[in-house]
């Protein structure tokens, strides 16, 4: 199984990435934006950092490097709609690949994600829950409250309209809701770090092949890179789930 790490200017985590996906047993392979070779993966990690210095729409100017470029646009569209494909965008990577649904099937629904309520950069560990969506990411996580890593500014997530948030509501994509300390839904600040309604961080393709994620898997896979974890727990971190899920679908 080889999953391609796709890196652009001001990529941070694609080496957190990779690791997590060699600790899970598959092949990463470093793919340079515009140069990569999309037929040779069976996934797409696109992950955090800061594109263009983090200016304002980072990441929906990262898309538009994909969208105005015919060439590209046809390779990740073709890589989008193979059957036996999926891809996994976080932080940065999630702005920008909610910027290309116009390319990938069952994601007419997705938000894009935009300036924080708080007009400022958050990072800290949020508590989040794992939701019921088809995120093949996720599969058998579903009703977990685990501790994770956030680092944006603009993480949002905004809906064209509420008949489109109530559709994917309705439609069990939303994949991943920020809690406060009672394990409610946070609606509001700090516990809800940029003020996205229903305290939604993650979304899900209605195939489950692509999934959307604002917090950082990839920083926290591990149990040693957890700011507390149970005394139980061995070498593995709970997010080390996901990427051990990728290699699943695959096998």
Not at 90 to 116: D, H, Y
Not at 152 to 174: I, P, T, W
Request: proline fraction near 5%.
């Amino acid at each position: 199984m080889r999953i391609g790490v796709v890196t652009f200017p001001g990529t941070l985590d694609d080496r957190d990435a990779a690791r997590a996906v060699k600790y899970a047993g598959a092949e990463a392979v470093s793919l340079w934006h515009g140069d990569a070779d999309l037929k040779g993966v069976d996934a797409v990690i696109l992950p955090g950092g800061f594109s263009y210095g983090d200016v304002l729409g980072a990441g929906e100017g990262w898309a538009k490097t994909v969208l105005f470029n015919e060439q590209i646009r046809d390779q990740f569209q073709a890589f989008f709609q193979r059957p036996d494909s999926f891809s996994l965008g976080v932080c940065n990577g999630c702005q920008m690949l909610s910027n290309l649904k116009t390319l990938i099937p069952g994601a007419e629904l997705w938000p894009r994600f935009v300036r924080n309520h708080s007009e400022q950069f958050e990072a800290r560990f949020s508590l989040v829950r794992v939701e019921e969506s088809p995120s093949i990411f996720l599969q058998g996580m579903a009703g977990s409250h685990m501790p994770i890593a956030i680092s944006h500014g603009e993480g949002r997530a905004e809906f064209s309209s509420q008949k489109a948030m109530d559709r994917l509501l309705a439609s069990n994509q939303v994949a991943m809701r920020f809690l406060n300390n009672q394990g409610q839904i946070a609606a509001t600040y700090p516990a809800n770090p940029n003020g996205s309604p229903d305290g939604i961080t993650g979304v899900s393709s209605s195939d489950g092949r692509a999934t959307l994620m604002m917090p950082h898997p990839e920083r926290v896979y591990r149990t040693v890179q957890n700011s507390w974890h149970p005394d139980d727990w061995g070498e593995d971190g709970a997010w080390m789930r996901i990427f051990r899920n990728a290699r699943k679908f695959v096998d």
